[in-house]
């Protein structure tokens, strides 16, 4: 069977300080990949997808970055954290071969704080 | 554009009634429809999805939702509720092809009272 791990579970990082979240997929071959960030009392807002190895799409322009250096990991990264940049962190994987509008299944997710 | 309204932000219920969590989309053709359910700090787990045929989706957990174009919504019901569904659940609207990402609606959060 299929699962998706992230870690950190929380982090609390200083407003300027790098970061680093790192998702894996087990059991499953060449999967689309999705970094979500979810904000308090709203929805999950798309922050980046991947169809395959170095094949990243940004959905909204920020101080983030993603990066997929093998077919089942997906790190999502910062130079300088910023206030608004807390929030919940979800990963989330896709079968290869479907939209990428398909069912996902997701992580267990990444608390950040920026103080 | 595509878009999805859940119109309640959170419903209360009690324990064995009944429950109906609304949710209306935007889109211009047929889209692929789900309800994701979100427990507190965990991530979203899939309860149903709708891509075509019946209209009647069953999904887990007892929950099922019905497709109707005619009043572009996908409402999630499920006759008696437990006390464990007190949670956060999310509509989502994708589509069959294309450039087009799931959106997700901004959530409806269940309680459930004794």
């Known amino acids: 069977s299929q699962t998706i791990h992230q870690w950190p579970a929380t982090l609390v990082q200083p407003v300027g300080s790098p970061l680093s979240l790192e998702c894996t997929v087990e059991?499953?071959?060449?999967?689309?990949l999705y970094w979500y960030r979810q904000a308090a009392g709203r929805g999950l807002q798309l922050l980046f997808y991947s169809v395959g190895i170095g094949q990243i799409s940004s959905e909204v322009p920020q101080n983030l970055s993603a990066s997929r250096p093998q077919d089942r990991q997906f790190i999502l990264s910062s130079k300088k954290l910023l206030l608004s940049d807390s929030g919940f962190y979800l990963c989330?994987?896709?079968?290869?071969?479907?939209?990428?509008?398909?069912?996902?299944?997701f992580g267990p997710g990444t608390r950040l704080t920026v103080l | 554009a595509q878009s999805v309204t859940q119109p309640d932000i959170h419903i209360t219920v009690s324990e064995g009634a009944s429950l109906e969590l609304r949710c209306n989309y935007s889109y211009g053709a047929t889209p692929y429809l789900f309800w994701y359910v979100q427990s507190p700090g965990q991530g979203l787990q899939l309860l149903l999805k709708y891509f075509s045929g019946d209209t009647l989706v069953q999904g887990i957990k007892g929950f099922e939702a019905e497709f109707k174009r005619s009043q572009s919504s996908f409402n999630l019901r499920k006759p008696s509720v437990h006390w464990s569904d007190a949670a956060e659940y999310f509509c989502?609207?994708?589509?069959?092809?294309?450039?087009?990402?799931?959106?997700f609606g901004a959530g409806t959060r269940l309680f459930v009272k004794a």
């Open positions: 059991g499953t071959s060449n999967p689309n």
């Open positions: 989502a609207v994708g589509a069959p092809s294309g450039g087009f990402k799931t959106i």
């Open positions: 989330a994987w896709s079968h290869r071969g479907t939209s990428v509008s398909d069912t996902q299944y």
